[in-house]
């Protein structure tokens, strides 16, 4: 009897599953495998920053997925709108319902607003290549617009990985074209990257301040008008783009699907293994809340997305054949963020310095990212990239 095996998503957790899957299953003719993904190409998200400087980068981080799969792979293009766990269906928008025998939830996240009043109406967000380039041709016409005495304001709300990096990439295209722009990071909590090691947030703010952005941290945005920021009590600020990268959440297909998940983000509870309470079903990256040593689940990162789904996609394999799955966990090989140029790196493996910049930590960025693209794809395509990343 074949049976259907479903992948949904083109992020890190989907393309990354449906390689180690096809990897896995190596030419068997008893599984069926489908991949369904809003976008027929698969985006290095963690670069898509680098569209906001330069919209061509594109071409070399958007990945189109019949360069990712086999032929014996089905593709579908379409946005899911919703899982029936009980007829073991998944329904799309346009296309016809899709069933499956195991099923692999891998659809990202979509920004959180956090009920912030006025926030969603009229903040950019960093989710999509096409996210990436409207904020491009926002600032480039903010800038257009702009003189000297009468700078272009970009405000950027949320100081994690996102957050950083898009305002080193505002800063490249400032100093590139010689825009008159000013550039101001707001991050509710006291630091740049929350929650990371003190050296690391230090790094990383010399190189913003470096790059002449206007930090800002301790309060929180209360309400955005369509010409202002107010953040705390008092604090004002005007802007001509505004771009929100300040939190998470499930997307919204996943509210009402019978899993067991976070209300509160829409996140599905899944063990070691990936599977969920239903054993037909899986759940991998930022979808899911996996459990792992110790209190917290796994980080919702690129880093953990491109590790579990080496183990998601086998363990695909292995539950179609009846075998025992495979626990994964997450290991920590270190961080690595880009501000504009530069780069900052904190703890990485088998490197004897705990946190290092200039040159290495550049070509690290670079390297991570191209050893990605050859993973899913292929040497020439990572080469290709290098000079982009």
Not at 242 to 261: A, E, P, S, Y
Request: with cysteine; charged share 25%.
């Amino acid at each position: 009897m074949t049976e259907n095996v479903v992948v949904l998503g083109a992020g890190y957790a989907g393309a990354g599953a449906i390689k180690s899957l096809e990897d896995e299953l190596d030419g068997e003719t008893d599984v069926d495998v489908t991949w369904v993904s809003e976008t027929d190409y698969h985006l290095v998200l963690h670069e898509s920053h680098r569209c906001i400087r330069d919209p061509s980068v594109q071409e070399n981080i958007a990945i189109p997925v019949h360069e990712i799969k086999q032929p014996s792979t089905a593709f579908i293009q379409d946005e899911v709108v919703g899982i029936d766990t009980d007829a073991q269906e998944v329904e799309l928008a346009e296309s016809d319902t899709v069933e499956y025998d195991y099923l692999l939830v891998g659809l990202g996240s979509q920004t959180a607003f956090f009920g912030i009043d006025g926030l969603e109406e009229h903040a950019l967000t960093l989710k999509s290549l096409d996210d990436a380039l409207d904020i491009h041709d926002n600032i480039q016409q903010a800038a257009r617009e702009a003189s000297t005495n009468d700078p272009a304001q970009v405000v950027i709300g949320g100081a994690g990985l996102s957050g950083i990096q898009t305002a080193g990439e505002v800063a490249e295209f400032r100093d590139e074209h010689n825009a008159p722009i000013g550039i101001h990071l707001v991050e509710g909590l006291d630091q740049v990257l929350p929650n990371s090691d003190p050296e690391l947030q230090g790094a990383l703010r010399k190189r913003l301040e470096a790059a002449d952005v206007n930090i800002k941290c301790g309060e929180f945005i209360g309400e955005v008008d369509e010409e202002t920021v107010y953040i705390g009590d008092e604090d004002e600020l005007d802007y001509d783009v505004l771009v929100w990268t300040g939190g998470i959440t499930g997307r919204d297909c996943m509210q009402d699907v019978d899993l067991d998940k976070d209300e509160r983000n829409h996140r599905v509870h899944a063990e070691g293994n990936f599977q969920t309470e239903n054993e037909r079903v899986f759940a991998i990256g930022d979808s899911a809340l996996i459990d792992q040593p110790g209190d917290q689940p796994a980080p919702p990162t690129a880093q953990a997305a491109w590790q579990a789904a080496e183990v998601a996609g086998e363990n695909l394999a292995r539950a179609a054949r009846g075998q025992p799955l495979k626990t994964w966990t997450h290991k920590d090989k270190g961080t690595v963020v880009s501000v504009g140029e530069k780069a900052v790196a904190h703890d990485v493996v088998n490197v004897p310095i705990e946190t290092f910049g200039g040159l290495p930590a550049k070509l690290l960025k670079k390297a991570i990212a191209a050893r990605w693209i050859n993973d899913v794809t292929s040497v020439g395509r990572a080469a290709k990239a290098w000079p982009d990343m």
